[in-house]
């Protein structure tokens, strides 16, 4: 498999510098030139354990890693997950790390049973394991300079701690991170590890890394990588998920088709789903669900994607003003006109908005997508419902994806995406059901009280590149 730009200037590349390129050259996002269908499979996969589905499917989109050591990678990334028992039709044992759940009138796909109880470890524990193998065959290393609001962060920096010829620079707004995920964070001693607690905001810290990555004689000097969701390996990881899903609630409710419900920010996720209805997974609707962040709500409803200011909710990860992979739509919507997609992003950037049509013939912009926005009295009032008649305990950005759900008429069973633990925001969790729906995870618990390690710096970019530049080569240094 190959991959291409969006942008239309980048093209044939295959998949291991695809992966290390992250954003391609030409400023667009990197996808395959096609999406192998697998109808003809479905049945066999079906009965696979994730582990052997996650090989099945990886390997059509990275043919240039042999199966065996594909298949070495897969289990060495989910090997850091915790099992959940559940019971299989024949009432016997059958571990889950990837749980899915009957609840009320949805099922609940658990994701959140990785290092850092988010979603974002099933893609990232990935990518550190597919780094640290590029690297090793290139002879190359890899300085890792991430922006975080919170959770990328910590699931970066467990997806990559104590690797070879791999480091990793978090720059954190200081103060401004939940409790939990700044313990996450500083809590990690490796010496490949610097936090950079930044005196500034989320946006501050965004603005200096790109600024550092913009600097290509500084980026290629000091191999600077990136592991935000744009990276195509990173989607990759978290298509399997959706097949895993989908086969599961088929065979329980005897379905022919399942829907999707998806809390949203990059896109990153809801293109995982998307992919997979490509490759001819039977989805009926993929529902994009956002909190008051609603760019891309307004976007499938109305057809104007329309810049407007971040508000910050009780689900942070959410919190976004523009959807990075939002590109990847626009170009499989444009059928792979890029020069329309560079007219589409220049336009954008210059005045704001965009508005897209509908394609001839058809009377909606997507004929798999539907969306819909949950704010905090919803998502507080689905944290309490859940509580109270189920018994069952939702974060905040799941509430959301749930909310947007039940709104929502589907003639399928709705699969809806739990992306993070309850534990990781016990304040949402009181506030919406009290103290006694709170969740505590033994992970997050024994993080109470541990040594710590951070730099404090201030917001400016000099002060931060070089910082980079003085510890990349030398990581020891700072154990002395
Ligand atoms: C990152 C994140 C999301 C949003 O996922 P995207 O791929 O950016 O759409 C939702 N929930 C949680 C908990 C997250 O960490």
Redo the contacts with the bound molecule.
Sequence with gaps: MRYCSTRGQVSDIPFQDAVLMGLARDGGLLLPESFPNVTDRLEAWSKLPYADLAFEIMRLFCDDIPDEDLRRIIAKSYERFRPVSETDDAGNADPQIIPVRDVGPVHLLELFHGPTY???DVALQFLGNLFEYILGKQKSELNIVVATSG??GSAAIHGVRGRKNIRIFVLHPAGRVSPVQEMQMTTVLDPNVFNIALDGTFDDAQSIVKGLFRDLPFKDALHLGAVN?INWARILAQVVYYFHAAFRVMKRTGAKKVSFS?????????FAGYTAAKMGLPIDKLILATNENDILSRFFNTGSYSRSSVVPTL?P??D?QIAS?FERWLFLHAQGDAAQVRTWMETFAKTGEIKIEPLPGEDSLDPWLRAGRADTTQTLATIREFSEAYGYTL?P?SAVGVSVALAQKTDSPIICLC??SPAKFPDAVIRAAGEKATVKEPGIEALKGLPTRKFPLPNEIKKIADFVAEHCHDPASILR
């Excluded at 998806?262 to 809801?270: A, L």
């Design positions: 988010a979603f974002k959770d990328t969701s998806v809390p949203t920010g990059n896109f990153g996720d809801i689900s990860s959410m976004i992979n974060d950005h992306t993070a």
